[in-house]
């Protein structure tokens, strides 16, 4: 698959405004990886407070991003195995690194190559760069819930 709309990431993804972070997926293929973009703009909210005469983007929510980025990924392959409807959680997150701020006006490209699938257990690495330049790295893991009626 080439190509998956907000649209479509809305209905895999239960997060909303603010906290939806990923704008599009630009790649994705089945069981093996993603390629998603965030553009990055001055009406973000948390802006107002991180910091006001610098405004960056909190790294935390960078792995966010690229979290929800290994979440479509999980949900869009589970989805071509099974009609069983899921949810996915993130369960850990190791060796995180920021290499440099994020700021508005940025579109943050998000890599991530799921790495191993096991019972229900997805591990990835991401990367998110911004113009060619590596910002962030880290790994995931998530696992799969089946949504209670």
């Known amino acids: 698959m080439s190509d998956i709309t907000i649209k479509e990431i809305l209905n895999m993804l239960p997060h909303r405004y603010p906290f939806l972070l ?7 293929e089945a069981f093996k990886s993603i ?17 006001p005469k610098r405004p960056i ?21 589970y989805k071509t195995r099974s009609k069983n409807d899921a949810e996915y959680y993130l369960v850990a997150v190791d060796k995180a690194r920021f290499k ?17 699938q096991r019972s229900g257990i997805y591990r990835f690495v991401a990367t998110a760069h911004v113009d060619g330049e590596l910002v962030s790295s880290a790994e ?3 696992t799969e819930m089946e949504d209670d009626p």
């Open 57 to 77: 983007m909190p790294g935390v929510l960078i792995l966010e991003a690229m979290a929800q980025a290994t979440g479509v990924l999980a949900f869009y392959s």
């Open 22 to 28: 990923i704008d599009r997926v630009i790649e994705c």
């Open 35 to 51: 390629k998603a973009l965030k553009n990055v703009t001055i009406n973000e909210p948390f802006f107002q407070g991180h910091f």
């Open 100 to 116: 440099r701020p994020v700021g508005p006006g940025d579109q943050i490209i998000i890599d991530a190559t799921l790495t191993r």
């Open 140 to 142: 995931f893991m998530t």
